[in-house]
């Protein structure tokens, strides 16, 4: 949640939460080239945001940030005004009737159930390892998203989640954007501590 910003050197105070109800403070850089997107209470698709501005944001706004990190001190890339948070992990299990998949998460650790709806699930292609490194502007990231059906997921991809958090569940997630690359991740990791395959824009084209 944002608690404070610097229109000077357009600095934001952000209240981050943790695991088990517990909090920090951190500070996000959004002077340099940010992509902001807005999406309403209930969105129900990644197409649903909009296109939005530094002078949009207000304290109290719940955002996600995705971006290059040193700790306490985020350098934002893209910041996301709504109840939408990136998830980043592999998939552990697959439920092809209710076209739920179960997501071991990067970082966390934790076990994440995401229900996928129909048309929500892409393929990033070309997809080579040195492409997806952290880029300055999401509006750089060099692949192309091809839309792809739950049949075409499989245990130990790893994928990246634009997911909705479902009210009074904190382990079930509605997965409005889910990409996948098909790289070698299931079989060759990266540590999580790099951000590499969740830097997605929902508002990007697809082919």
Known sequence: MVTGLNDE??????????????????????SDPVLFRDYSSQPQSGRDGVGSAWAR????????????RSGLEIHAAVIIVGAVRGVVGTIVSMNGLGEFIE??????GNSLKVQTPG?????????VEPAVTPAPSA????????????????????ISVLAREEEGSEHTVTGLMVVTGFGSYG?????????????????????
């Open 9 to 30: 050197n357009q600095t934001i105070r952000l209240k981050e939460e943790l695991a088990d109800g517990a909090s920090q403070q951190a500070t996000v850089h959004a």
């Open 103 to 108: 997501v071991h998460e990067l970082g966390s």
């Open 119 to 127: 048309g929500a699930i892409f393929r990033a292609s070309p997809f």
């Open 139 to 158: 509006s750089s990231v060099p692949w192309d998203l091809n839309p792809i059906a739950f049949a075409d997921l499989q245990k130990g991809d790893t």
């Open 57 to 68: 944001l207000k304290i109290g706004d719940r955002i996600y940030v995705q971006g290059r």
């Open 187 to 207: 079989i060759n990791p990266l540590p999580s501590s790099i951000a590499a395959f969740w830097f997605i824009d929902p508002l990007k084209a697809v082919r």
